[in-house]
T-cell receptor
Framework: DAGVIQSPRHEVTEMGQEVTLRCKPI?????LFWYRQTMMRGLELLIY????????DSGMPEDRFSAKMPNASFSTLKIQPSEPRDSAVYFC???????????FGEGSRLTVL | EDQVTQSPEALRLQEGESSSLNCSYT??????LFWYRQDPGKGPEFLFT???AGEEKEKERLKATLTKKESFLHITAPKPEDSATYLC??????????FGKGTTLSVSS
């Protein structure tokens, strides 16, 4: 079975550029989560969706970050403009229910120069 | 404010040397406590869910226990392949999982 699929796996960009990260959740899962992982702060929740509707975006750092889930099989996380402090590994995860077991993708490692 | 604190940050063991990892939490209305394993360059992988104080779960050399304030992940006779970062997370009503920063375990032969 295909797990959560994220792309790109690695992204190197320059400050000020737009970055789009993509996620395909596991088919049948109705909750989707975006987390960011750094050495300093660990895994932080950015936003999560339930049935394609954003439920909690309080973890989104600022207006430069936006996330969409146009349908049950696709989500994007966009950063515009990007800054060096955005450098991190961004994980997408999905689950059958909000507080259930999360299935994580392999992550997208973002480096902003 | 909900908090999840894991200790120690790093742990080095010899193969066969048993030990425990700690996860202490403060959260109102705990719905579940989760343990995940994360290998370098990979996403976290689910290990256990515990729902109530006194509950225990086992998987191979790992056993997770839960009290009202903390959880322990006991590792019995570890092997080098148990080397990874172990993450603890809590769930409460109305939010997604809140993760601790993890304990990085290194087991040498």
């Amino acid at each position: 079975d295909a797990g959560v699929i994220q792309s790109p796996r690695h992204e190197v960009t320059e400050m000020g550029q737009e970055v789009t990260l993509r996620c395909k959740p596991i088919s049948g899962h109705n909750s989707l989560f975006w987390y960011r992982q750094t050495m300093m702060r660990g895994l932080e929740l950015l936003i999560y969706f339930n049935n394609n509707v954003p439920i909690d975006d309080s973890g989104m750092p600022e207006d430069r970050f936006s996330a969409k889930m146009p349908n049950a099989s696709f989500s994007t996380l966009k950063i515009q403009p990007s800054e060096p402090r955005d450098s991190a590994v961004y994980f997408c995860a999905s689950s059958l229910e909000r507080t259930g077991e999360l299935f994580f993708g392999e992550g997208s490692r973002l480096t902003v120069l | 404010e909900d908090q999840v604190t894991q200790s120690p940050e790093a742990l080095r063991l010899q193969e066969g040397e048993s030990s425990s990892l700690n996860c202490s939490y403060t959260v109102s209305g705990l719905r579940g406590l989760f343990w995940y394993r994360q290998d370098p360059g990979k996403g976290p992988e689910f290990l256990f869910t515990l729902y109530s104080a006194g509950e225990e779960k086992e998987k191979e050399r790992l056993k997770a226990t839960l009290t009202k304030k903390e959880s322990f992940l006991h590792i019995t006779a570890p092997k080098p392949e148990d080397s990874a970062t172990y993450l603890c997370a809590v769930a409460r009503a109305g939010t997604a999982l809140i993760f601790g920063k993890g304990t990085t375990l290194s087991v040498s032969s």
